[in-house]
T-cell receptor
Framework: TQLLEQSPQFLSIQEGENLTVYCNSS?????LQWYRQEPGEGPVLLVT?????EVKKLKRLTFQFGDARKDSSLHITAAQPGDTGLYLC????????????FGTGTRLQVTL | NAGVTQTPKFRVLKTGQSMTLLCAQD?????MYWYRQDPGMGLRLIHY???????AKGEVPDGYNVSRLKKQNFLLGLESAAPSQTSVYFC????????????FGDGTRLSIL
């Protein structure tokens, strides 16, 4: 069974601060996705990274896929209250009918 | 656009009762998935389907059954509910093979007393 551990589990910061969320595994993934989930709703895809070492930017969010495709990070610059939510990484194994293994989640709260 | 619709949104059952959760998608997606979400454990795959008439077990299939008689619908059944099945259940769909995003419903919150 492939496992994805996220850290930290909880993060409470003030508006304007920077933060990084980590997603680690001992398994290799063919791709990795990041989702954000708000209370009472399902997860919504933020980004997909495919190539080892790949970096993608989405406004103030920067996503990186590890060189060995076993880990990933999400960095948020100048966090805003609208960034509050549960962040989930999800790895797709090779030959697995597009099944995803989800990480344990990082709950982020950004206050004014 | 409705996307993925789950019914019901909330349900309370007694131990031993049975019920069916319905998932419907209007995006003509081939693949559909059922997950459960528990605190600190992310989302765990229960069962999935890669097309009409096909189903397969995921990571935590025990105590659940599924059916995909129509492409747009994916049903999750609990034969004899147990307190350990108290959770939030999410359905998702995706276009098919390859690197595709999964589109999620808003979940069903299920409590088993």
């Amino acid at each position: 069974t492939q496992l994805l551990e996220q850290s930290p589990q909880f993060l409470s910061i003030q508006e304007g601060e920077n933060l990084t969320v980590y997603c680690n595994s001992s398994s290799v993934f063919s791709s990795l996705q990041w989702y954000r989930q708000e209370p009472g709703e399902g997860p919504v895809l933020l980004v997909t990274v495919v190539t080892g070492g790949e970096v993608k930017k989405l406004k103030r969010l920067t996503f990186q896929f590890g060189d060995a495709r076993k880990d990933s990070s999400l960095h948020i610059t100048a966090a805003q209250p609208g960034d509050t939510g549960l962040y989930l990484c999800a790895g797709e194994g090779t030959g697995t009918a597009s099944k995803l293994t989800f990480g344990t989640g990082t709950r982020l709260q950004v206050t004014l | 656009n409705a996307g993925v619709t789950q019914t019901p949104k909330f349900r309370v059952l007694k131990t031993g009762q049975s019920m069916t959760l319905l998932c419907a998608q209007d995006m003509n997606h081939e693949y559909m998935y059922w997950y459960r979400q528990d605190p600190g454990m992310g989302l765990r795959l229960i069962h999935y389907s890669v097309g009409e008439g096909t189903t397969a077990k995921g990571e935590v299939p025990d105590g659940y059954n599924v059916s995909r008689l129509k492409k747009q619908n994916f049903l999750l059944g609990l034969e004899s509910a147990a307190p350990s099945q108290t959770s939030v259940y999410f359905c998702a769909s995706s276009k098919g093979q390859g690197i595709q995003p999964q589109h999620f419903g808003d979940g069903t919150r299920l409590s088993i007393l």
